[in-house]
């Protein structure tokens, strides 16, 4: 069996906070992350989800060796990332996607150029990694902008470039499609995957994007309240998680809300109707169109942002009961 290239096992850190007003002041130690325990084969795409605050930066932070868990084991590239910092560097790429690592007053290329001495990439490969990077990032027409001139979208490209131009094994990503335009949330979700089926870099992120989840997430990693919630695929989130389908229908002319067994409209706007499904389409498409002129009808299956939340709200009210694969 290959060697997993990330591993954590009981991981958890925690932070003292000075709480109180100035003269009562209180320390009092938060466990950012308690009980972190997964591995990731070398080649996959895994998605770290989970609510504001439930430790996601935290792991993160440990896996790049930035933070020192408080207990636990991790490793990275077999490497302890808190204590072999230098060494897990030259072997990983990150991107933070709210933050950059480029040197704001210059251009773009001579911030990518300062990047290789960062790593001691010789100058014949970084030529070369650099034009294959230019041409599927499209970076040519900014190579010479200034990176503070940049536009969200073309900086994320830039960050992107600069993360993996050492050609890392592993690539973790903090929200990188974070603020961008559909296009260029579609550009970058685009060249990880490829990045991913032919250079087999692996890829960690975390996101509250569920369109990455969707596009790019073979398996899903859900952390809630700093522990491990959920480690399966999207599909396995879905049944864990059950959320009903809902049956959009066009009616020709507007009419009141559609009352058939095994459905409930919860919600009409003009002549479009949606119903909640308890059991099969077919049942009720058949039943609906037999009592309704109908126009159009389209079947959507439960958001997977949805179905996410469920799963948090399942994890607040039965702490003990979360699935495990
Ligand atoms: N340096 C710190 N000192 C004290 N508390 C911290 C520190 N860093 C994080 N925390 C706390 O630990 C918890 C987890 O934070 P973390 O940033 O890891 O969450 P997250 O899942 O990344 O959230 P978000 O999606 O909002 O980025 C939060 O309650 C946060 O306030």
Redesign the pocket.
């Given at each position: 069996m290959t060697e997993p290239i990330i591993e954590t096992a009981n991981l958890g850190r925690d932070?003292v906070?000075t709480e109180g007003p100035l003269l009562r002041r209180r320390r009092r130690t938060?466990s950012?992350v308690q009980d972190v325990g997964f591995t990731v084969a070398p080649g996959e795409i895994v998605g770290y989800l989970?609510p504001?605050?439930?430790?996601?930066?935290?792991t993160m932070k440990m896996l790049t060796g930035i933070l020192a868990p408080s207990r636990g084991r991790v490793r990275v590239c077999g490497l302890e990332p808190s204590r072999q910092r230098t060494r897990l560097a030259a072997r990983i790429g990150v991107v933070f996607g709210q933050r950059t690592t480029l040197w704001w007053d210059l251009p773009l290329r001579d911030s990518l150029a300062l990047t290789r001495h960062l790593y001691r990439v010789p100058a014949d490969l970084h030529a070369a990694r650099l034009a294959e990077l230019t041409e599927l990032l499209e970076l040519e027409p900014f190579l010479t902008t200034p990176v503070r001139q940049l536009s969200l979208g073309q900086r994320m490209r830039g960050d992107l470039t600069a993360a993996l131009l050492h050609a890392p094994e592993l690539l973790v990503l903090d929200e990188p499609t974070i603020g961008l335009d559909v296009v260029s949330k579609s550009a970058i979700r685009e060249f990880l995957l490829r990045l991913n089926t032919e250079r087999g870099t692996t890829i960690l992120l975390t996101t509250h994007d569920l369109g990455d989840v969707e596009r790019l997430c073979r398996r899903v990693l859900v952390i809630d309240h700093g522990r491990t919630a959920f480690d399966g695929d999207l599909a396995g989130l879905r049944a864990t998680a059950p959320t009903p389908r809902t049956l959009v229908v066009d009616l020709v002319q507007p009419e009141a809300p559609i009352v058939v067994p095994g459905a409930r409209t919860v919600r009409v706007e003009g002549p479009r109707q949606w119903l909640e499904l308890s059991t099969n389409p077919a049942a009720v498409v058949s039943e609906v169109a037999r009592a309704h002129r109908i126009a159009d009808l389209t079947l959507r299956e439960p958001d997977i942002e949805e179905v996410v939340a469920r799963l948090y709200r399942a994890g607040r009210e039965e702490p003990t009961a979360l699935p495990r694969p």
């Amino acid at each position: 069996m290959t060697e997993p290239i990330i591993e954590t096992a009981n991981l958890g850190r925690d932070f003292v906070r000075t709480e109180g007003p100035l003269l009562r002041r209180r320390r009092r130690t938060v466990s950012a992350v308690q009980d972190v325990g997964f591995t990731v084969a070398p080649g996959e795409i895994v998605g770290y989800l989970g609510p504001n605050g439930a430790g996601k930066s935290t792991t993160m932070k440990m896996l790049t060796g930035i933070l020192a868990p408080s207990r636990g084991r991790v490793r990275v590239c077999g490497l302890e990332p808190s204590r072999q910092r230098t060494r897990l560097a030259a072997r990983i790429g990150v991107v933070f996607g709210q933050r950059t690592t480029l040197w704001w007053d210059l251009p773009l290329r001579d911030s990518l150029a300062l990047t290789r001495h960062l790593y001691r990439v010789p100058a014949d490969l970084h030529a070369a990694r650099l034009a294959e990077l230019t041409e599927l990032l499209e970076l040519e027409p900014f190579l010479t902008t200034p990176v503070r001139q940049l536009s969200l979208g073309q900086r994320m490209r830039g960050d992107l470039t600069a993360a993996l131009l050492h050609a890392p094994e592993l690539l973790v990503l903090d929200e990188p499609t974070i603020g961008l335009d559909v296009v260029s949330k579609s550009a970058i979700r685009e060249f990880l995957l490829r990045l991913n089926t032919e250079r087999g870099t692996t890829i960690l992120l975390t996101t509250h994007d569920l369109g990455d989840v969707e596009r790019l997430c073979r398996r899903v990693l859900v952390i809630d309240h700093g522990r491990t919630a959920f480690d399966g695929d999207l599909a396995g989130l879905r049944a864990t998680a059950p959320t009903p389908r809902t049956l959009v229908v066009d009616l020709v002319q507007p009419e009141a809300p559609i009352v058939v067994p095994g459905a409930r409209t919860v919600r009409v706007e003009g002549p479009r109707q949606w119903l909640e499904l308890s059991t099969n389409p077919a049942a009720v498409v058949s039943e609906v169109a037999r009592a309704h002129r109908i126009a159009d009808l389209t079947l959507r299956e439960p958001d997977i942002e949805e179905v996410v939340a469920r799963l948090y709200r399942a994890g607040r009210e039965e702490p003990t009961a979360l699935p495990r694969p």
